[in-house]
């Protein structure tokens, strides 16, 4: 099933006509309305009219997230604010948060992008979408709602959490399509079976998810769990949200709205582009979008690009699913942050750096945080309350800096085994990749 | 001197830690007075009255232990029933809040011994001072 036909399944040629013209559209556009591209281009001696070919777009340089950080909150938006009917933002690793405006044609764009996709999964207005992503400043409720209900589907929009409450309106309002992360949706599976639920008979016939790492496998088990086909969706707040990419239900790739965004595979030591097939950094452009047009945006996601004709008989190129990141950022309950965040926290809290190692894990299908600190003479207090109180300190400054709940855990001085070389600060047991 | 130095050591939760402090210890010859223990699920904290706090202190920094020596005083008290109370009635109509206590009995007399320990040992001292309850010399204590 095809949302929009004409537009998913053109030719090669005519999506290569199509990206040309809306990419110098948008470097003109950008140019002229953003002072940052003003800026950067005349800088690097780039302009608009330089972009006579697709392959032109790596004479322009890259926009990058401490860019878009250095733009806060606005400076990134083309258009006045009246313009933009509502803004997302990142949950603001690293310090200032990226800031996303959409305009009324945006948000509009932005719910086609998710219809064309549960279209493929078979979800039609006589379905009813369970949305568990959360509703608010992250674009993940947002973007599957606006989708669901482009296509007419009646959307639950429960939001994150309250895992029995979802599970009886699994039950009650007889859900046919459940989105949710990974993790999330094996652990309700895991505790419908608790309160004596077979989540099997539950009568899911679509499973979405998204903005977690995951494995083959850990789909496999999410299927199993719910007896439902489960699709990825792909993409990110800074070039619209999710929906960048929609696998279909091949399952073998998720295909990139072409129409809306330009995609390129590089090496992310050199910034050279890579061939189709080869695994680099994706790098994005907004080539349809009003508020907040992103030129060349390094995503630090791994990827690889397939541009061989799908079974499914949609035409735009597929990417991977995302193996691994070029930097140390961590996705943990579906929040991403730095490990250089919970330094940061814990230099507040003790002023010097103590040894860490912060730990984490899916005991029960869930994303679980440990964060282990040496106890040094400075942490060190003889008495039990003021220990504890410290540790908690140190937990709340992590809550702050970084969004979710750490359990941290005080331990001896040189029990956290030392490297020859870098520090090992992360020890990731979910094994991802 | 009055004032006894103690030892309180950090230690996780978990087999095997007690010994291996303690077993640091006794090779080194140092001989434990009077030991306390106060412990949470994850982490403890040990605290020892030793015959030789310097040594101790210095054996168990040089074996990568944090501590804190921190200081108590230890007063005598009648071995017999309602002895204990009798101090503890003393603190609280004084409104002294103990951070540490621990008793136990020796043979150089026929009293039993008890440290003490809050934030301001001055206060204490005085208070017990003036009800007449006698305090036992650190190097009493040590020689044990």
């Not at chain 1, 750096?353 to 945080?369: A, C, G, K, T, W």
């Not at chain 1, 220990?387 to 750490?406: C, P, W």
Request: net charge negative; with cysteine.
């Amino acid at each position: 099933m095809f949302w929009d036909k004409n537009t998913e399944c053109m030719e090669r040629e005519e999506i290569n006509e199509m990206q040309i013209i809306k990419l110098q559209k948008t470097v003109k556009y950008a140019f002229d309305k953003i002072p940052y591209y003003h800026k950067k281009y005349t800088e690097c001696e780039v302009f608009p009219e330089d972009i006579q070919s697709l392959q032109d777009i790596e004479k322009l340089p890259f926009t990058t997230k401490d860019d878009l950080r250095e733009s806060y909150p606005f400076n990134m938006f083309a258009v006045d604010l009246d313009e933009i009917i509502e803004i997302h933002s990142s949950s603001g690793t690293t310090g200032k948060p990226v800031v996303s405006g959409y305009t009324r044609k945006d948000i509009h764009n932005w719910s086609e992008l998710l219809a064309r996709g549960l279209t493929d999964w078979g979800i039609t207005s006589k379905d009813v979408v369970q949305n568990t992503h959360g509703y608010g400043l992250f674009t993940g409720g947002f973007g599957l709602h606006y989708g669901a209900q482009k296509i007419g589907a009646t959307v639950v929009p429960i939001s994150t959490g309250q895992t029995r409450r979802q599970i009886q309106l699994l039950n009650d309002f007889k859900s046919t399509c459940l989105i949710v992360t990974p993790s999330y949706g094996l652990y309700i599976a895991e505790v419908a079976k608790e309160e004596g639920f077979n989540p099997q008979d539950m009568g899911l016939r679509v499973i979405g998810f998204g903005s977690e790492p995951w494995t083959e496998e850990m789909r496999q088990r999410l299927q199993d769990s719910f007896n439902a086909p489960a699709y990825n969706i792909y993409g990110l707040t800074e070039m619209m949200g999710p929906g960048v990419a929609v696998e279909c239900h091949k399952q073998n790739g998720l295909h990139i709205a072409e129409d809306f965004f330009y995609p390129e595979i590089i090496d992310s030591e050199t910034g050279k582009q890579l061939p189709e097939n080869t695994t680099g950094e994706l790098v994005l452009t907004n080539i349809e979008r009003e508020g907040m047009p992103i030129i060349r945006f390094r995503t630090k996601d791994v990827t690889s690009l397939n541009y061989d004709s799908c079974e499914c008989g949609r035409t735009f190129c597929r990417m991977d699913r995302i193996t691994g990141r070029t930097d140390d950022m961590l996705k943990v309950k579906g929040v991403a942050f730095f490990p250089s965040q919970i330094e940061k926290a814990l230099l507040k809290v003790t002023e010097i750096e103590p040894h860490y190692q912060v730990i984490i894990s899916r005991p029960n299908n869930l994303d679980e945080i440990e964060l282990q600190v040496e106890s040094t003479p400075q942490l060190f207090s003889d008495d039990v309350t003021t220990l504890i109180k410290i540790r908690d300190k140190i937990s709340d400054y992590i809550k702050n800096e970084v969004g979710i709940k750490v359990k941290v855990t005080l331990v001896e001085p040189k029990s956290i085994k030392r490297s020859t070389a870098k520090a090992i600060r992360v020890i990731d047991k979910r094994n991802l990749h | 001197m009055v004032k006894i130095k103690q030892l309180s050591i950090f230690l996780t939760n978990q087999k095997g830690r007690l010994y291996n402090v303690l077993n640091i210890l006794a090779e080194n010859n140092i001989n434990i007075r009077a030991l306390s223990l106060t412990d949470t699920s994850e982490f403890g904290i040990l605290r020892l009255i030793v015959d030789n706090p310097d040594k101790g202190e210095q054996i168990l920094e040089a074996n990568n232990y944090t501590l804190k020596t921190t200081q108590a005083i230890a007063v005598e008290l009648e071995d017999v029933p309602g002895g204990l109370v009798s101090i503890l009635k003393i603190l609280n109509d004084n409104e002294i809040n103990l951070n540490i206590l621990y008793a136990f009995t020796q043979d150089y007399s026929d009293k039993a011994i008890l440290f003490l320990s809050i934030p301001n040992l001055d206060f204490l001292i005085k208070i017990l001072k003036e009800n007449s309850i006698s305090l036992v010399a650190s190097n009493v204590i040590y020689n044990l």
